[in-house]
Structure formats: structure tokens, C-alpha cells
Nanobody, 124 residues
Framework: QVQLVESGGGLVQAGGSLRLSCAAS????????MGWFRQAPGKEREFVAA????????VYADSVKGRFTISRDNAENTVYLQMNSLKPEDTAVYYC?????????????????WGQGTQVTVSS
């Protein structure tokens, strides 16, 4: 079992920045690739970014490429999502997820554990 707790969400103006954190506990953190997903009201949960077990491989959704950065600190059992140049369309609940294995995935069904989510609201 892995428990995931997100934090760092909030209200920000367009063009601003936020950094989300996801703290993991339970089984060995390095056994898992990690991902961030988001879900806006009335929409499907969508992929945002993923990172491999050692941080050496990252992948992003086209909509956030160049603005968001995913990283991880295995000593602290934490994964981060730095979000810059935020847009109103980035407004959503953001979830972190853990996938047993070396590499992340864009497919939400390939993840084994999920956090409870943190709200990000970007005002125009």
C-alpha cells in the first residue's frame, strides 16, 4: 500500500505560479513511477506529467509542456509539480498517482494508487 497526500493548491491569477507537492508513505517510494493528473468539472481526468522512478525520464501533456515541471526527491518521498505561466484553463483538481514500475504512463488506468486531490483555481 502507498498513501499519497497532495498539497500546495490554491487560487492564483493568470500568469502566476504554484508548486504542488505529493508526499508518499508506505511501501518503498523508489519502486514507483509517479504521475500528475487533473480533472476539471464535467470533464474526464486527464494526464499532466509523469516521472520515472529515478527522475531520469519525464513526459508531459502538450498543453503544459514548457510551463510545468515534474520532479521528485526520493530521500523525502515526495514528488513535485512546478506550474508556471498558469492559465484559467489549468483550473482543476490535481491528483498525484503512483505506478509500480520504472516508468510513468499517460494512461490513468495504469496507476495503482491515488491521492485525494488538491484544488487549483486560476483567475483571469
Amino acid at each position: 500500500q502507498v498513501q499519497l497526500v497532495e498539497s500546495g493548491g490554491g487560487l492564483v491569477q493568470a500568469g502566476g505560479s504554484l508548486r504542488l507537492s505529493c508526499a508518499a508513505s508506505g511501501r518503498t517510494f523508489i519502486s514507483y513511477a509517479m504521475g500528475w493528473f487533473r480533472q476539471a468539472p464535467g470533464k474526464e481526468r486527464e494526464f499532466v506529467a509523469a516521472i520515472s522512478w529515478n527522475g531520469g525520464n519525464t513526459v508531459y501533456a502538450d498543453s503544459v509542456k514548457g510551463r510545468f515541471t515534474i520532479s521528485r526527491d526520493n530521500a523525502e518521498n515526495t514528488v513535485y509539480l512546478q506550474m508556471n505561466s498558469l492559465k484559467p484553463e489549468d483550473t482543476a483538481v490535481y491528483y498525484c498517482a503512483a505506478r509500480e514500475g520504472w516508468y510513468g504512463s499517460k494512461d490513468r488506468y495504469e496507476y495503482d494508487y491515488w491521492g485525494q486531490g488538491t484544488q487549483v483555481t486560476v483567475s483571469s
